[in-house]
């Protein structure tokens, strides 16, 4: 059933300053780099020197047990936290003092692990407000219906298909969004976040609540698009079918604190993870 | 296929108002409608817009307001002041120039004040932003109790608080504007209604309109994909305010006495029940219900001492019967075409 997927190992290198990438990343820019991250919550250090390198093209996974903070650095690198310590440079531009909006404009997209869609509006209308800073015209044209309104919204018409067509989606482009199935609206939630045309993809437990046969399809996808955009992909996740099929680097948090950072097979065999995490989820 | 529905959508709406109009018309014509109802047709329009684009900021971009009526006002006492001074410092003849003289300086200097009351009131949410902007319509009145503006030639003379200006007194204070010339005509309020339409429906479909809703349906979904929060609520709050003026100017020009208590804090519930009572979101539900709001006192007349009283359970009743899920499961089972949902909500 996962032959299609198996993956083969992808040889991990040093990175230029610390971590570790896809050596066919070596010669360009990391996507992400976070340097001694950390936020605190009045007493509570939710996250605590958080390092993390993520190469061009590689698909990264996080992991850890529930309540690691493991959102929470969604959070920080989609500046909805504002980090109480440490650097995140994306794409090599430091991020300090930028809002979500901002952040996103620097190539950064995420889903959510409570999914939030624009649930009232068209499931195209969802893709088109991805669009909204890639396809643009003033409000003045929007009103009085130039002609750049009409090249704009055929321009966006187009592009949603386009995007649409990964997940083989077109079809329900008129539906409201809240009444797709719950492993539509996740679909959706990806395309979206796609739209904003980003260099990195965070995908916040993408196979919550799918069944193994929808998880294998989004494994795929998620390859898929990797390969399409050309663009990194990082991805938080308890399925470890998925964790361990697709990802090339992933980083263990536990209590705030990375206890693991590696290759598929080295996080496997690491004692500590096995005890923090992987060992207590066989015996349940 | 779904730009057709919104097209047509769009005509149905339009089309209402057109064939309102027209049938207003031949009711003039033929001397069918009263003298009392007749002299409501103004204030209707200016209702319409005023419910239109209140509908923006609470239904579209779904913030609470509760002073509408303060835009409504600045509104008014500019445009009076803008159509008086053309038309009596300046000279200009035509009554049509100067009356759309002040709708443009209406909808401009609502829209300033606009922007001035946004800049605050939008960094709150929910039921704050909706007390502050209640205090921000009363404090719109009470300035506007405090201003005096006098045309001394062709010159515009203004001051605060009792100043004894030279020249005419075009605003005095809490006694307002008296002996305005009444320019306002039933055919510019619908050439409004009918601007205030194409505003708000374009609006809405377009790129800033879609944000817009965005931003109402998941502000942390809408952050995320890179939309301006700030740049977006202000937008559909300055233009309501714009749309706003512009229906308080022809309003002003309405009446031969215009004074700031009569854009009160109840005026702004006024305009939200014709809001809330259409459906919020709704926009051509705000111009039927501010329609027959409006109409409805005056066609109460023959309850005479009652009207109010009757006018209150009428709005009860509306409420009740589009709003309560039971009575809508009742009316859904009686409808055939609707039978399928009734017994998904069982």
Known sequence: MSESFKRTPTKMVPAPSHGIVPERDVGERPVLETRNLGISFGGLQAVDDFNLIIGKTEIAGLIGPNGAGKTTVFNLLTKVYQPTMGTILINGHDTAGMNTAQASKMGIARTFQNIRLFDKMSVEDNVRIGLHNQIQYGMASGILRLPSYWAGERRQHERAMDLLSIFDMEDLAGVRAGSLPYGAQRRLEIVRALATNPSLLLLDEPAAGMNPHETEELMANIVKIRDRFKIAVLLIEHDMKLVMGICEGICVLNFGKVIAKGTPEDIQNNPVVIEAYLGKRKEA | ?346
């Not at chain 2, 709406?13 to 007749?38: P, Q, Y």
């Open chain 2, 1 to 346: 296929m779904k730009r057709n529905r919104k097209l047509a959508e769009k005509l149905i709406t339009f089309g209402i108002v057109i064939a309102a109009f027209l049938l207003c018309k031949i009711l003039i014509g033929t001397g069918v409608m009263s003298r009392s109802l007749r002299g409501q047709l103004i204030p209707i329009c200016v209702y319409i817009c005023m419910a239109v684009s209140l509908n923006l900021t609470v239904g579209i971009s779904g913030e609470l307001s509760l002073g509408h009526a303060g835009f409504m006002s600045v509104g008014a006492f500019s445009g009076i002041v803008a159509a008086m001074w053309l038309s009596k410092g300046v000279g200009v003849e035509s009554q049509l120039h100067c009356l759309l003289f002040a709708i443009l300086v209406g909808g401009a200097l609502a829209g300033a004040a606009g922007v001035v009351i946004g800049i605050p009131v939008l960094r709150l949410r929910g039921d704050y932003l909706a007390i502050v902007t209640l205090a921000f319509g009363e404090i719109i009145r009470n300035v506007m109790n405090c201003i005096y503006v006098s045309l001394d030639g062709s010159t515009l003379r203004f001051g605060f608080i009792n100043p004894g200006l030279p020249g005419k007194i075009l605003l005095n204070g809490p006694m307002g504007a008296t002996g305005v010339k009444k320019m306002a005509s039933f055919e510019i309020g619908f050439v409004l209604v009918l601007f205030t339409l194409f505003v708000v429906l374009n609006l809405i479909d377009s790129r800033d309109g879609r944000a817009i809703m965005a931003i109402r349906d998941s502000r942390i979904a809408a952050e995320s994909v890179g939309l301006n929060v700030t740049k977006y609520k202000m937008m559909a709050f300055v233009t309501s305010a714009v749309l706003a003026g512009m229906a308080g100017a022809l309003y002003g020009l309405n009446f031969s006495t215009v004074a700031p208590a009569m854009f009160k804090f109840d005026t702004s519930i006024l305009v939200l029940v014709f809001v809330v009572l259409g459906g919020i979101g709704n926009i051509r539900g705000s111009v039927i219900s501010a329609t027959l709001l409006t109409m409805l006192p005056e066609l109460l007349r023959a309850f005479s001492d009652y009207r109010m009283l009757v006018y209150a359970i009428v709005l009860i009743l509306v409420m009740i019967f589009t709003n309560n899920p039971k009575l809508k499961n009742a009316v859904g089972r009686l409808l055939p075409r609707r039978g399928a949902s009734g017994k998904e909500a069982e």
